[in-house]
């Protein structure tokens, strides 16, 4: 069978050595997925916050939190919701476990923010750079 082969315009960049990421950072489709993700990101901060008022500070009998393995668990279920969003926006051939080194984009790093937002702040100037590009060519053909 012939093979046909053209430029889809993905670049693959490398995230500290451990995972790849694969996207079209000039894919106006991916800048409206992405604009579509942060006008949630309220919602899903808020919902992150609800969940972390649910802890009491009260123990139970075995010295673990009240009302803890629920919350970790609809963490957990927040944070697979999220991973499999980004899949969304940016590609299902990316494996957000390994790009976040299998670590809840929830968590808080040493910048205060947690994962998921120095993820956005990194990629950020990517996309922004080669959007604007992307729909001047648009309008030129």
């Not at 309220?42 to 649910?54: N, Q, S, T």
């Not at 499999?84 to 809840?104: C, M, P, V, Y």
Request: net charge negative; glycine share 6%.
């Amino acid at each position: 069978m012939p093979t046909l082969s053209f430029d889809t315009g993905v670049k693959e960049y490398d995230v500290d050595g451990r995972a790849k990421l694969r996207f079209n950072p000039s894919d106006p489709e991916l800048y409206a997925r992405v604009l579509d993700f942060v006008d949630k990101s309220d919602e899903i901060e808020m919902r992150y916050a609800a969940l972390k008022e649910v802890m009491t500070g009260e123990m139970d009998e075995q010295g673990f939190p009240v009302g803890g393995v629920e919350v970790v668990t609809k963490i957990r279920q927040l944070d697979r919701e999220l991973k499999d969003t980004l899949a969304d926006i940016f590609g299902h051939d990316n494996d957000f476990d390994a790009i976040f080194d299998h670590r809840s984009c929830l968590a808080v790093t040493d910048t205060g923010r947690n994962i998921l937002n120095n993820f956005f702040e990194a990629i950020a100037p990517i996309i922004l750079k080669s959007t604007p590009s992307a729909a001047g060519n648009w309008r030129k053909s």
